[in-house]
T-cell receptor, first 112, second 106 residues
């Protein structure tokens, strides 16, 4: 089944403890991106990747890192999480930046 | 980036009713997607529609790119249609509107 998977789905952590949210797609898509969703602010793009080893900042990249070493995986790294990074995170992928994007199930992160 | 306005912000429907959701966007776009976010938070693709009209069951969408708007029609609404509907025009990335929250009452 064609899909985007994210892990973990739910995470409660403490300020400053490094964490990684994994994202994987099995559709051979070149374009992948991360979004966060916050009440009243909608979905905003954090980082995107046009292809392996090519990543760039989205609208709200501060406090996040990404890497794209393989086509299928695009992990999101929070090196020192803070409470303002409490949010619902989505990974998405598509053939290219202009093609239909498919979203993962979301990761609900709480930083205390 | 592209500015996106969705209306109405909230919509309460009786089961079986029809409705129209509107999405206005500020710039020319390559494409546009409609999503449904269900009560569990999952984003479900509804339509990928740069222009013209598409139909999928009780849902249909129309995009008039030259006039910078898109419409989503829900016919014979069901309680499972409840949730938030987002439109997201593409230029080089998706730009999301604030969404329309739809509540369908039995």
């Amino acid at each position: 089944e064609a899909q985007v998977t994210q892990n973990p789905r739910y995470l409660i952590t403490v300020t400053g403890k490094k964490l990684t949210v994994t994202c994987s797609q099995n559709m051979n898509h070149e374009y992948m991106s991360w979004y966060r969703q916050d009440p009243g602010l909608g979905l905003r793009q954090i980082y995107y990747s046009m292809n392996v080893e090519v990543t760039d900042k989205g609208d709200v990249p501060e406090g996040y890192k990404v890497s794209r070493k393989e086509k299928r995986n695009f992990p999101l790294i929070l090196e020192s999480p803070s409470p303002n990074q409490t949010s619902l995170y989505f990974c998405a992928s598509s053939l290219s930046s202009f093609d239909e994007q498919y979203f993962g199930p979301g990761t609900r992160l709480t930083v205390t | 980036g592209i500015q996106v306005e969705q209306s109405p912000p909230d919509l309460i429907l009786q089961e079986g009713a029809n409705s129209t959701l509107r999405c206005n966007f500020s710039d020319s776009v390559n494409n546009l997607q409609w999503f449904h976010q269900n009560p569990w938070g999952q984003l479900i693709n509804l339509f990928y529609i740069p222009s013209g009209t598409k139909q999928n069951g009780r849902l249909s969408a129309t995009t008039v790119a030259t006039e910078r708007y898109s419409l989503l029609y829900i016919s014979s609404s069901q309680t499972t249609d409840s949730g938030v509907y987002f439109c997201a025009p593409h230029d080089y990335k998706l730009s999301f509107g604030a969404g329309t929250t739809v509540t369908v009452r039995a």
